[in-house]
């Protein structure tokens, strides 16, 4: 199912091939995030074009809206959205605790008033897989408790036992052949935690493990010590994810730790705000200093947005609010990335991760683009 191809020789990074229902993966790999069943702005196709082999997608928005029965009508979300590639569905953890300020968290699952119509909705671990499984994602999230950063000790020990019977319990309800679940790993900020919970949730048996409760803000060292923590305990030969990190500079130092998946909506959010990713850090597209530039966005980007246009013309485009500039930022920002990790992969395979990961450091130490 994982097979690691390449590994570093002086970082613990390495390249592998994930097997999934819509076809091998390569890893590390990073996954776009269509949250409402969109990437937002483009097509699936020409997400898939750019380069990009699993999508991420959520179990919460979908059963908000439209439903799970009208996917159903087409299959399954890969019809609804016109996707063959692989989709990873997040349980809806996560956004339960963040959009709601009333949520009741009892031992058979959590309990929450929708924001659409105001009914009380459940959360079960059997429920919100059922429902994974009903959108046909290749990739099942279990569903966990998450914290806010900051959190006592003692709601953490608490979370992370929750958390671990719940696993044991989506892991008790799987009936969809082929679909790979995950479990995930909690213990907030508090390495003993961390490392529990990371050992404790492979004795139960996941087919890849995803760190959770991170990237919520922490300075980089945290997020990156709490990562070392689990991963030291989760088998080599499992693919491991970190959720929601997806900022160019944390990829780059979580790929030398061993990380292989990696989500995260910034890329695409920042994009309709007018920032576009360069090697020499965030440009702002607003700013004056473009207005007759005949550059693109980044010499040599394949991206359409580079291939067609000046910076001066995408800047008139956003200024006049067209919607074709927040379609231009966001394939570009996605084909930065894209290129990141083909770059990170070969370096792996040619042995030299560190010097591609130092070389990086210094554009973004130095990077002055705004
Ligand atoms: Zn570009």
């Known amino acids: 199912m994982f097979t690691i191809e390449a590994r570093d020789t002086q970082t613990q990074a390495r390249t592998g091939t994930l097997i999934t229902r819509h076809g091998p993966v390569r890893t590390p790999l990073f996954m776009p995030v269509a949250t409402k069943g969109t990437v937002k702005t483009l097509t699936a196709r020409e997400v898939g ?23 159903e009508d087409h299959g399954g979300l890969h019809g609804f959205m016109s996707w063959d590639g692989a989709i990873l569905t997040d349980s809806g953890g996560y956004q339960v605790y963040s ?32 429902y994974q499984e009903r959108l046909g994602s290749d990739i099942a999230m279990q569903l966990d408790v998450c914290l806010p950063y900051g959190a006592s000790r003692e709601a953490t020990q608490d979370a992370l036992e929750r958390t671990l019977r719940w696993g044991e319990r989506t892991l008790a309800a799987r009936a969809l052949d082929g679909q790979l ?4 790993v909690q213990g907030g900020f508090y390495e003993d935690l961390r490392e529990e919970s990371a050992r404790r949730t492979v004795e139960l048996g996941f087919d890849g493990y995803a760190l959770g409760g991170l990237s919520l803000g922490e300075p980089r060292e945290e997020l990156l010590a709490m990562t070392t923590t689990a991963l030291a305990v989760i088998p080599e030969d499992k693919p491991r994810y970190v959720m929601g990190l997806g900022d160019p500079p944390g990829i780059l130092e979580a790929i030398a730790l061993g990380v292989d998946m990696f989500d995260s ?12 990713f ?13 207005e007759r530039d005949t550059r693109p966005l980044v010499e040599g980007c394949t991206c359409p ?32 990335i894209q290129q990141l990790l083909a770059g990170a992969r070969s370096a792996i395979e040619a042995g ?5 990961l130092e070389e990086w450091r210094k554009r973004f130490r130095e990077g002055r683009a705004s």
């Open 99 to 130: 959009l709601h300020k009333m949520v009741r968290v009892e031992e058979d699952g959590v309990a929450f008033r929708s924001l659409i119509d105001g009914r009380e909705r459940r959360f079960t671990p059997e429920l919100v897989l059922g």
């Open 49 to 71: 074009e750019i380069g990009y082999e699993v999508i991420l997608s959520n179990v919460y928005h979908l059963l908000e809206r439209p439903g799970i029965e009208v996917i």
């Open 305 to 336: 947005a580079c291939r067609q246009f000046t910076r001066a013309y995408l800047r008139h485009l956003y200024l006049s609010e067209e919607t074709l500039a927040l379609r231009m930022f966001t394939a570009h920002n996605l084909t930065f």
């Open 181 to 184: 679940v995950f479990g995930i």
């Open 278 to 290: 360069t090697p020499e850090g965030v440009l702002t597209i607003r700013n004056a200093r473009y």
């Open 265 to 276: 909506a910034l890329a695409t959010r920042v994009a309709r705000g007018g920032a576009v």
């Open 352 to 356: 030299r991760y560190l010097s591609y």
